[in-house]
């Protein structure tokens, strides 16, 4: 027995499930032990799950860690980083750790530590298979497990050159949209006839096939790799029906095998992996294993639901609760790559006392099939709209009886059973077990016990005390409706950001209202919507002004005076209350003759500066307010129009010179630039727009850091967006590819569109795209081909009512008060 | 004495919400003009960087300043909400439509 006061509980790894384990044991006993935590990896827990963002740059790893470095030190628990346990000496009752070597190779200088344990917890993982064929080895072959082997990929990415991924399973795909993100050119190589064979049905994996070569991923099925080639490192793979594809990058990911070695060397039973009971012991009873090492009920697991189920009843048996036990269950898959939705559940091969259902729907790019085993579902598969998955899957774990939904079960909850089609009612119909956060493992009841119990009443407290939608964020949707249902008017969803001190409404909503009742001046909605200032602020007027531009083109008279400066004189104002004027100068193309211009008008109003800008234009600062019209008039007379430099409308196309110069172009990316810039110009926006067309993947237009970006290639064009180097650095995402210019205008004129109905004022591209989600816009602009057209036709409409070129009308008269004062006293003397 | 009024412009050459500037000898003075037809006038200058008040977007009885967005108080020139500082701040008359300062302003320092 030991003499401390408290118990020694060492743990073997720090993954996820350990990490939960130990976050239950704290729950219920704070106090109960002393914990020490080796980890192999120099660094705390994260989530494991979340490293596909990573690599395709969505999330830091700061947003992925699970418990930072004050966990820790709060639970008073010892970390072992960067250690890695050799031996375990179950008669001592003592584990060694020894310190990995840094990463480039230098052994370390620390010792290494053994310390005794109480009880041990194994949670060792899982290695990456590799598969032995020559050249596995040479460098530049990587797999994907761990961070390190993400910021590898990172690292190799930054060349943008070929990269294969061995494998297209859910680990090799996401591996693969990651690196593709990354501007890599990514083949994926799978073994298989169909992609994620073990998830899906062919007919599915045929669908995900052809989404995944749609964002330009070349996938080769039945396509077995027989050696990596390379001297001195990676330079291609080589397959045995004679194809060589060229790489600089290998990725394998074909799979896991558990890590037991220590255990085994240990004398534990081992067989697939560590073999344990339904209270996760190992045959030596002090000795818990959980996690992917872990073989329970005879299968070994990969998913985190049943992880997190083992993590809970080590937590218990720690503290001597013996109820819970260990049983295997259905488990549910999602692939985490933006846009494509796919979703499966459950045993969904074909047998003779099984039937299906199925619906298809081509045009939306739907697929469904339903695996029925005597009225109860056994499996699901769907692809595109997978709204409905987590309520097949919960009748898959009930086993409920379907046969009187049977006619309309397929089409999903909404059609059965008289659920009426309101969201919210349809989640406060579900029953308290049914699972919401499925990284969570969190119940309906546990949040709506939460909500209450606790008076939550906003989406970060749900988070924050029962980790519903707090990893990858996709049932966000489903803890709001609860919280609503639950609080009903109470509760402000998304606990809206009134637009300014004049109002309660929120952006979405007043645009939403300006539609509905037909607002269609200021005056009548801060009526209408009960302003609570006589005339508005700084901050709603221009905004209101951009939404009645935006929601009644042509027929909304522009109110100048709830413009910001800049754009009601059409200059941007500077420090000292001078201007800057910025011509046009399309895809950055200019003249002698527009030159000689510029020149002749800097001499002429004595213009102090004169710059090139960022986005290919020439600046003239210092104009004093009263020259613009003049300055105007002689830049309009040499064919020069405003450079809109000031609005919150398209800005800029960069360009590079494409094919008419450079000996690396594919496109004639200055021409496209030119068009595009020519179709856009005008427009106003919710925030700034800038563009940019390359020629070629070298990217010298930097359009991947541009709000729409065109990068052109031999095969078309891939269209990129969402993009900033401002306050933020971001780089874009791609929206997709398309083979000809005009479905690159189509493509861009209809994302514009999208962005001026649903951004809110001053919100940039990137900034929308993260609040509304990368994937609904890339689903209506590349695969909705009605709604893209729909889009693109309003904006080929709103344009004929923008293209007036603001300065040509100020140098005729327009608005002239504006630049002259309204009376000079300068010559009255003084009054007596 | 009474300092006699001088004409400076018809009202409605100032933009309703907007602001006309009026040249003085030392100085620009903004002229604005509210939505109840109120005019105000103060000198052209933010108390907070000198920025040119008359460019301002002119709210109730406000205007924020275009170069940092400070709310300057049309009736007494003070500088609203957290921030501190005041611009001077003249007597204006409407009589029949036309906006009259104090002669005095001409050649005030």
């Known amino acids: 027995m030991a003499s401390h006061a408290k118990q020694r509980l060492v743990v073997v790894g720090n993954g996820m499930a350990p990490g939960r384990a130990l976050e239950r044991l704290f729950e219920t006993a704070p106090d109960a032990y002393e914990v020490t935590i080796f980890n192999a990896e120099p660094r705390v827990n994260y989530d494991r799950i979340m490293l596909s963002p990573v690599l395709s740059g969505d999330k830091s790893f700061e947003e992925i860690v699970i418990h930072g470095d004050g966990w820790y030190v709060k639970h008073g628990v010892t970390l072992y980083k960067g250690a890695k346990v050799t031996k375990i000496d179950r008669e001592a009752r003592t584990v060694t750790a020894e310190f990995v070597p840094s990463r480039s190779g230098q052994p370390s200088l620390q010792p290494p530590v053994t310390v005794p344990y109480d009880k041990l917890i194994v949670a060792t993982g899982s290695n990456p298979i590799i598969i032995p064929v020559p050249g596995h080895d040479l460098p530049g072959v990587l797999s994907y497990r761990d961070l390190d082997d993400v910021e590898a990929m990172l690292l190799a990415a930054k060349s943008r050159g070929k990269a294969v991924v061995i494998g297209g399973g859910l680990l090799g795909l996401e591996a693969a949209a990651g690196l593709q993100a990354q501007g890599m050119d990514v083949t994926v190589v799978h073994l298989m006839p169909t992609l994620m064979e073990r998830q899906l049905d062919p007919a599915a994996g045929h669908l995900l096939q052809r989404a995944i070569e749609a964002r330009g991923i070349k996938v080769l099925t039945r396509a077995n790799t027989k050696a990596i080639v390379g001297k001195g490192r990676v330079e291609g793979v080589d397959l045995d029906n004679g194809t060589h594809l060229p790489a600089d990058l290998v990725v394998m990911a074909v799979g896991i095998r558990p890590n037991m070695q220590v255990a085994k060397e240990a004398g534990i039973t081992v067989n697939r992996g560590i073999v344990v009971d339904a209270m996760m012991r190992t045959s030596d009873p002090d000795i818990f294993a959980l996690g992917e090492c872990a073989e329970a009920d005879g299968q070994v697991f990969g998913l985190v639901a049943p992880l997190y189920e083992m993590a809970n009843i080590v937590a218990c048996q720690l503290v001597g609760d013996a109820t819970a036990s260990f049983k295997s269950s259905a488990t549910a898959t999602k692939l985490k790559v933006t846009g494509i939705n796919l979703y499966s559940a459950g045993d969904f091969a074909e047998a003779k006392d099984r039937e299906e259902i199925v619906l298809r729907d081509a045009t939306r790019g739907v697929y469904r099939r339903l695996v029925l085993k005597d009225n109860r579902i056994i499996g699901a598969v769907m692809y595109g709209d997978t709204s409905d998955g987590p309520w097949f899957f919960d009748m898959l774990k009930r086993g409920t009886d379907v046969a009187d939904m049977r006619e309309t079960l397929i089409f999903g909850q909404n059609y059965a059973g008289g659920i009426p089609l309101d969201p919210a009612a349809a989640v406060a119909a579900l029953p308290d077990d049914a699972e919401i956060c499925g990284c969570n493992g969190v119940c309906k009841g546990k949040i709506t016990g939460a909500i209450a119990g606790l008076g939550l009443k906003s989406l970060d407290e749900v988070r924050a005390h029962t980790k519903a939608s707090a990893s990858c964020g996709s049932c966000t949707g489903l803890v709001e409706q609860l919280l609503k249902a639950q609080l009903g008017d109470t509760y402000n969803p998304a606990a809206v950001q009134p637009m300014c001190g004049c109002t309660d409404l929120g952006h979405d909503d007043v645009r939403r209202l300006i539609v509905a009742k037909e607002l269609r001046s200021i005056p009548q909605l801060m009526q209408e919507l009960e302003w609570k200032t006589s005339c508005g602020c700084a901050k709603c007027r221009p905004a209101l002004n951009y939404y009645m531009i935006c929601s009644w083109p042509g027929e909304y008279v522009d109110d100048s005076q709830s413009r910001f400066i800049n754009e009601r004189v059409h200059a941007n104002i500077q420090k000292d209350g001078t201007y800057s004027v910025v011509p046009r100068m399309w895809g950055g193309q200019t003249s002698a003759k527009e030159l000689r211009a510029i020149a002749d008008i800097v001499d002429k109003y004595k213009i102090p500066t004169v710059k090139v800008t960022g986005g290919q234009r020439i600046d003239m600062l210092g104009v004093a307010k009263e020259d613009l019209p003049g300055v105007w008039a002689d830049l309009s007379a040499a064919g020069m129009v405003s450079g809109h430099a000031y609005a919150k409308g398209l800005r800029t196309v960069k360009t590079c010179v494409g094919t008419d110069w450079c000996r690396f172009g594919t496109q004639d990316s200055t021409g496209l630039g030119v068009k595009l810039e020519k179709f856009m110009w005008g427009s106003w926006t919710p925030a700034k727009v800038k563009l940019a067309v390359s020629g070629c993947p070298r990217n010298c237009a930097e359009a991947t850091c541009k709000d729409i970006g065109v990068i052109c290639i031999e095969s078309g064009y891939d269209i990129h967006f969402a993009g900033a180097a401002g306050l933020e650095i971001k780089g874009t995402e791609l929206l997709g590819h398309v083979a000809t210019e005009e479905e690159t205008i189509e493509a861009i004129g209809a994302l514009t569109q999208l962005y001026r109905e649903q951004g809110r004022y001053l919100e940039r591209i990137y900034k929308w795209a993260k609040r509304v989600g990368l994937e609904t816009i890339r689903q209506q602009i590349m695969e909705d081909g009605e709604r893209r057209r729909a889009l693109y036709d309003r904006f080929v409409f709103s344009q004929q009512f923008a293209q007036n070129d603001p300065w040509a009308e100020r140098a005729n008269g327009k608005d002239a008060h504006e630049f002259t004062p309204v009376a000079d006293l300068t010559l009255r003397e003084a009054a007596e | ?109």
Not at chain 2, 75 to 93: I, L, M, N, Q, W
């Open chain 2, 1 to 109: 004495m009474e300092s006699p009024w001088i004409e400076v412009c018809p009202i409605d050459s100032i933009p309703l919400r907007g602001c006309r500037v009026v040249r003085t000898r030392h100085m620009q003075i903004a002229l604005f003009r509210t939505a109840s037809d109120e005019v105000f006038a103060l000198e052209n200058r933010c108390p907070h960087k000198n920025g040119p008040l008359s460019e301002g977007i002119v709210h109730d009885r406000k205007v924020t300043c275009p170069l940092h967005n400070w709310v300057i108080s049309l009736e007494s020139g003070e500088a609203t909400g957290a921030d501190k500082g005041c611009t001077r701040s003249f007597p204006v008359r409407l009589d029949k439509g036309h906006v009259y300062l104090e002669a005095s302003v001409a050649t005030a320092p």
